[in-house]
């Protein structure tokens, strides 16, 4: 048994601080890295749902509702499949099928230079293939 002498008790209370101090730094990092392991999860996979995942750890974190850590962290290991690439996909080729040019490249065009086709005289007529002219129109009552 350690019985501290009367000049010693200073010594005792410096280093008994120090290590209460060191105490709360570490729990305080540990919360919070145990409240953003959804968002480190999400964010090294690169995941779709990435921004909904920190959010719900941001909300988790400051109401202290437990629920939103859960799903932000059931969110975080789920692959939500991409829907938008082959439907881009698709729409791009019903475009092409159709003889019109794609929305990107048409903005794009005009947002980027709309004088360069004035000044080579050549007139703005959309594009059409010439399988779109020659094609035979079905009948109305199919």
């Known amino acids: 048994?350690?019985?501290?002498?009367p000049g010693n008790t200073d010594v005792l209370m410096v280093v008994t601080a120090g290590f209460l101090a060191l105490c709360v730094i570490a729990f305080g990092v540990l919360f919070f890295r145990l409240h953003s392991l959804p968002e480190h999860i999400a964010h090294k996979s690169h995941k779709v749902q990435m921004e909904v995942v920190s959010?719900?750890?941001?909300i988790s974190l400051f109401t202290h509702m437990h629920i939103f850590w859960v799903i932000g962290l059931i969110l975080a290991f789920i692959d939500i499949p991409d829907f938008g690439t082959?439907?881009?996909r698709i729409a791009g080729g019903?475009?092409?099928?159709?003889?019109?040019?794609p929305l990107e490249e048409t903005e794009a065009t005009v947002h980027a230079e709309p004088h360069a086709k004035q000044?080579?005289?050549a007139a703005a007529s959309p594009k059409k293939s010439a399988a779109a002219?020659?094609?035979r129109k079905e009948p109305s009552h199919v």
């Open 55 to 58: 959010v719900l750890c941001l």
């Open 133 to 135: 002219g020659t094609a």
């Open 94 to 101: 019903v475009e092409k099928i159709a003889g019109v040019e």
């Open 119 to 121: 000044a080579a005289g």
């Open 1 to 5: 048994m350690f019985i501290a002498a």
């Open 86 to 88: 082959p439907l881009k």
